[in-house]
């Protein structure tokens, strides 16, 4: 019984993360009015996650509305899950290290992603992520099979990719992280794209992406 009542409480604890991060998000300015979803990975009823809701205000949203979802696909809550709850699924369902997912519509990832480019090492914090560029994942449809499968594609050995004509998507241990690299990845987008205002940016080249993605093996605190 108390087992099953502290489960119950960490359940309701990280609903209510979910909400504020899904805030925070809009608060960052990645998302405006009711795009984009945030989703954290979590251990009830036999593993599964939970997303927010489709076509809600952040704002107005309650613990209740946060939907639970298994990795089958199906469904728990009041509320109808994000319409791209199948990204969310297909990425913890293929990466281990995914305990959180934001999905944004941000000003200069969807500028980005609206021309169907990659960014390119321009600047070493590209390495962040994963990889010496951040890939842009080809067009399909929202909320389709076919766009998780592309972005499953894109983020192979990343954390992050651009969405072709759509935003970006990027996955952390948890919902701080994942919020972070969100916020991250706009502001390395926005940087390039005024960097290009100005001519064609300098690339770092593979020999010193190698050296800094080793660097970010041991970045920041450790355990």
């Known amino acids: 019984m108390n087992d099953e009542m502290n489960m119950n409480d960490r359940t309701?604890?990280?609903?209510?993360?979910?909400?504020d991060t899904a805030r925070r998000m809009a608060a960052a300015g990645l998302t405006r009015g009711t795009a984009g979803n945030v989703s954290v990975r979590a251990g009830e009823r036999g593993g599964g996650f939970?997303?927010?809701?489709?076509?809600?205000?952040?704002?107005?949203?309650?613990?209740?509305?946060?939907?639970?979802?298994?990795?089958?696909?199906?469904?728990?809550?009041?509320?109808?899950?994000?319409?791209?709850?199948?990204?969310h699924r297909d990425l913890y369902r293929h990466r281990a290290e995914a305990g959180a997912i934001v999905h944004a519509?941000?000003?200069?990832?969807?500028?980005?992603?609206c021309l169907r480019r990659?960014?390119?090492?321009?600047?070493?914090?590209?390495?962040?992520f994963g990889g010496d560029s951040l890939r842009c994942a080809?067009?399909?449809?929202?909320?389709?099979?076919?766009?998780?499968?592309a972005a499953l594609s894109a983020m192979a050995d990343r954390r992050a990719c651009l969405l072709a004509n759509?935003?970006?998507?990027?996955?952390?241990d948890d919902l701080g992280q994942a919020l972070d690299l969100g916020v991250e990845l706009e502001a390395l987008c926005e940087q390039y794209w005024r960097a290009c205002q100005l001519g064609e940016p300098v690339l770092l080249d593979?020999?010193?992406?190698?050296?800094?993605?080793?660097k970010f093996a041991s970045y920041g605190q450790q355990a």
């Open 138 to 149: 080809a067009y399909a449809t929202f909320g389709t099979q076919a766009l998780s499968d």
């Open 12 to 19: 309701t604890d990280l609903r209510q993360q979910l909400i």
């Open 50 to 87: 939970l997303i927010t809701p489709t076509g809600m205000a952040y704002e107005a949203m309650e613990s209740e509305d946060i939907v639970f979802m298994r990795l089958d696909g199906t469904a728990e809550g009041r509320r109808k899950p994000s319409s791209e709850w199948r990204f």
């Open 166 to 172: 759509h935003g970006m998507l990027a996955f952390g």
């Open 118 to 128: 990659d960014v390119p090492a321009f600047h070493y914090m590209i390495a962040r």
């Open 206 to 214: 593979a020999a010193e992406m190698r050296t800094v993605l080793g």
């Open 105 to 113: 519509h941000s000003p200069f990832a969807t500028s980005l992603a």
